[in-house]
């Protein structure tokens, strides 16, 4: 533990980096979806209040965001607010499914500038791909990173969620970035939004987390992780990386309503810090929020205290625990040296997940024939 | 690297921080700790001076230092922060 990843811990003045959610609108409905994201939320923030979050970004000196939702492109005003928050130094770089980058699309983005995009894509092959994001979103993907390739856009990013069944795919994701002069970013699945039902069956095993931790280290900074695997540290070797978690102290997450969470992948009340539209703005929210001081504060290695790998996992991803029912101080649920598993057997009850924008089921009405 | 002409990259906007500050390269969209606030000045400071010992000089630094202060800045350039002028 370094002196800086120390001083990080207590909190900085304005976070590294914000994930901005713009919409809980999706045309997709990923089984593993963090924000439970399908249909719009009616208090979903109006253009003029995006261009006022972009504009206390730049003045706390916040140099980018990440642009996410559900499916960020949907709204109307998506390139309103982009080319806003580019223009005010705030530089962006947006996930998307990519269905709508078509060839004009692409090169529109291929012109701006401080512009980063990241396709999402969760299975080297359709099979794999579709049986997470839907029926034909694996050719979606694929056409609009041809298209991003056509227009020279550059260097983009494909990300991809580590699951049990894309694990034995890592070399050819990268065949896949390398194609498309693409930079590849995998990150950890976390059991949170619509995960919160799937992730049991998701979730890598053991053995393939070791597998994961070698093929890490063996592609060093090549291969994006926004540092999510650092719970992979206790088998040895650390990852690159900041080694901690950042939530409320680096990061935080804005939602499509305003709402202030510690990180993406804790939308609940337990984490809630606030509203952008509260007095003081997203300022007051970062700095003074109980939620957020809380956090900074000395943390508890509970069960994990005489553990001696504490200081290479830290504990590992505060989500996973609270979205396993597991306690915050204690072992992640994918402990590698497998106190996870053993703490899940006695787990609590599973939260859910604060708001859920899922699409409704289609059911089929019928007449009903003895009223 | 001590008798070079250099400056803060002009696309690097740097944030203050407890620690030093943070970098953020806005053309490789990059981020660099500096890790002291000593050298975050020095930084902000070279494209005023003929060059980095003038620098360090004008901000007072031991020079028995200066060694700690050439390694430094040559990380910040290999890392594109700092550049020649």
Known sequence: ???????????????????????????????????????????????????RVVDELRDMQVFYVNIGGGEPMIRRDFFEIVEYATSSGVGV?????????????????????????????????????????????????????????????????????????????????????????????????????????????????????????????????????????????????????????????VVCLIDPIGDVYACPFVIHDEFLAGNVRDDGGFAAVWRTSDCFTELRGPQSAGACASCGSWDACQGGCMAAKFFTGLPLDGPDPECVGGDGEYALASAGAIPRPSGDHSKPVAVQLGRRSNV | MLDSPLKLHPSVALRPEPFGALAYHYDNRRLIFLKHPTIVDVVKDLAQHPDLRSTLSAHGIDEQQWDNYDKAICSLIESDVVVAR
């Open chain 1, 1 to 51: 533990m370094t002196a800086l990843t120390e001083r990080m811990k207590d909190g900085l003045d304005a976070p590294i980096c914000i994930t901005w959610e713009l919409t809980y609108s999706c045309n997709l409905s990923c089984v593993h979806c963090l924000s439970s994201s399908g249909r719009r939320d009616p208090k979903e923030l109006t253009t003029e209040e995006a261009f």
């Open chain 1, 93 to 249: 770089k947006f996930s998307t499914n990519g269905t709508y980058i078509d060839a004009a699309t692409a090169q529109r983005l291929a012109a701006m500038e401080y512009l980063d995009i990241q396709i999402s894509l969760d299975g080297a092959d359709a099979a794999t791909n579709d049986a997470i994001r839907g029926e034909g979103s694996y050719d979606t993907a694929m056409t609009a990173m041809r298209h991003l390739k056509d227009a020279g856009f550059g260097e983009f990013k494909i990300s991809v969620v580590i699951t049990r069944h894309n694990i034995a795919q890592l070399d050819e994701f990268k065949a896949i970035a390398d194609e498309f002069g693409a930079q590849l970013r995998i990150t950890r699945l976390r059991p949170s939004g619509r995960a919160v039902d799937t992730w049991e069956e998701l979730h890598p095993t053991l053995d393939q987390q070791r597998t994961l931790h070698q093929w890490l280290l063996g592609h060093g900074e090549n291969v994006l992780t926004g540092d999510s695997f650092f719970h992979l540290n206790a088998l040895g070797e650390s990852l690159p990386g900041l080694n901690l978690c950042g939530a409320g102290r």
